[in-house]
Structures are given as structure tokens and as C-alpha cells.
């Protein structure tokens, strides 16, 4: 079964600053999507950022980019010029490319501080 | 992106009751929706994957008779939580699939939040 695991339950970073939030996963399928969501108080969970298995490039969208490391199961989101309004929960998620639903990770709070 | 919209945002009910939670994909076509259960400060846990025209899928451990799941068309899924029960109370959240462009993507709706008294 397919596993997702976020190691880092809390990180913080300061205002304009880079984080990098941690992210490993477990399978033995070759067709796969990865994600992470944003989760703020709000409860919405808003797409952050795909990557396809299949492509080597590492996704970017904007101040958020990934280092997507195949061979390892990694999947790290960084985070470029912190702001206030990154602040939230941080998901993780696997998708097997036939079935469509989403294995989450327990998530990594971020904290941005001013 | 595109929009899922989800109905009620709120809802508290007498044990006992039952309760349905709307899921509408507003621009695009879905025909596959999918529904989650979180719990507060956890993870979103899959209940199950609803197709259109055909029977939902549950996970293991999800109620099927409890749980009811209606996907009667391509952009409205709807869940009922049959005499519903306090333990029941939490925030449910639905996706909608979208395969458009290739690109293979779930959007998510605000979630609804149940308590059950």
C-alpha cells in the first residue's frame, strides 16, 4: 500500500525568508502524481503545486517550486519569500495515476513570523 | 482554477437525524467526487469515491448504509449521513476530479462542518 509521510509536524520561517517543507512517499507503481495542498484556517484546501512522475523537470508555480527526487520517493516543497498569508497546514499527497484519489501525509503547520 | 462548491457550510443536527452535504463542480465536469473526513487537526482521511451513474466505492472501515453517496450526475455528488450520531460530528470535505487537458488534478470544495447534538 502507498504511504505518504511528512516528518516535520511544525516549521517556521521568517517573513521573505525560504522553507523547505519535507515530504517521502512509499510505492511501487510508475505512474503517479504528487501534490501539495494548503490547508489555513479556513479549512480550504487549495492546490499548490502537481508534479507528474513521469516528468524529470521540477515543478514551479511562482514562489513555490519542488525537488521532486524519483529514485529516493522525495518530494519537497520550498518555499521562496515567506509571506504572512503562507501561513497553514501543508499536505502532501499521492495519487495513483488510475485511480484518482489522493493519499494525504499528516501535514507540517508553517508558521510565518513577521 | 476550478471551483467546487459545496452545501451546507455548517449543520447541527439532533442525534438521530439525518443530514445531506451537496458537492457541485461549478466549470467543469467530474466524473469521478470523492469524499473525506477530518478530524481536527489530522489528516484528511478518504471515505469514499463516488462515480457518476455507478455505485460508490467505500473504504474499508466506512459504513456503506450509513454513508449514503448519490453521484446522479456529472457536476453534483451528494452524501447522507443516515441517523447521525454525535461520534459522526466532523468536518467532511468533497473533490472533484478533472482530467482536463491531460492533466490530471482534484479540486476541493470549503467543506462542511457537522456537529450532531
Known amino acids: 500500500a502507498q504511504t505518504v509521510t511528512q516528518s516535520q509536524p511544525e516549521m517556521s520561517v521568517q517573513e521573505a525568508e525560504t522553507v523547505t517543507l519535507s515530504c517521502t512517499y512509499d510505492?511501487?507503481?510508475?505512474?503517479?502524481?504528487l501534490f501539495w495542498y494548503k490547508q489555513p484556517p479556513s479549512r480550504q484546501m487549495i492546490l499548490v503545486i502537481r508534479q507528474e512522475a513521469y516528468k524529470q523537470q521540477n515543478a514551479t508555480e511562482n514562489r513555490f517550486s519542488v525537488n521532486f527526487q524519483k529514485a529516493a520517493k522525495s518530494f519537497s516543497l520550498k518555499i521562496s519569500d515567506s509571506q504572512l498569508g503562507d501561513a497553514a497546514m501543508y499536505f502532501c499527497a499521492y495519487m495513483r495515476g488510475s485511480q484518482g484519489n489522493l493519499i494525504f501525509g499528516k501535514g507540517t503547520k508553517l508558521s510565518v513570523k513577521p | 482554477g476550478a471551483v467546487v462548491s459545496q452545501h451546507p457550510s455548517w449543520v447541527i443536527c439532533k442525534s438521530g437525524t439525518s443530514v445531506k452535504i451537496e458537492c457541485r463542480s461549478l466549470?467543469?465536469?467530474?466524473?469521478?467526487m470523492f469524499w473525506y473526513r477530518q478530524f481536527p487537526k489530522q489528516s484528511l482521511m478518504l471515505m469514499a469515491t463516488?462515480?457518476?451513474?455507478?455505485?460508490?466505492?467505500?473504504e474499508q472501515g466506512v459504513e456503506k448504509d450509513k454513508f449514503l453517496i448519490n453521484h446522479a450526475s456529472l457536476t453534483l455528488s451528494t452524501l447522507t449521513v443516515t441517523s447521525a450520531h454525535p461520534e459522526d460530528s466532523s468536518f467532511y470535505i468533497c473533490?472533484?476530479?478533472?482530467?482536463?487537458?491531460?492533466?490530471?488534478?482534484?479540486?476541493f470544495g470549503p467543506g462542511t462542518r457537522l456537529l450532531v447534538l
Open positions: 473533490s472533484a476530479r478533472d482530467l482536463a487537458g491531460g492533466e490530471e488534478t482534484q479540486y
Open positions: 463516488s462515480n457518476e451513474g455507478s455505485k460508490a466505492t467505500y
Open positions: 466549470d467543469f465536469q467530474a466524473t469521478t
Open positions: 510505492t511501487s507503481e510508475s505512474d503517479y502524481y
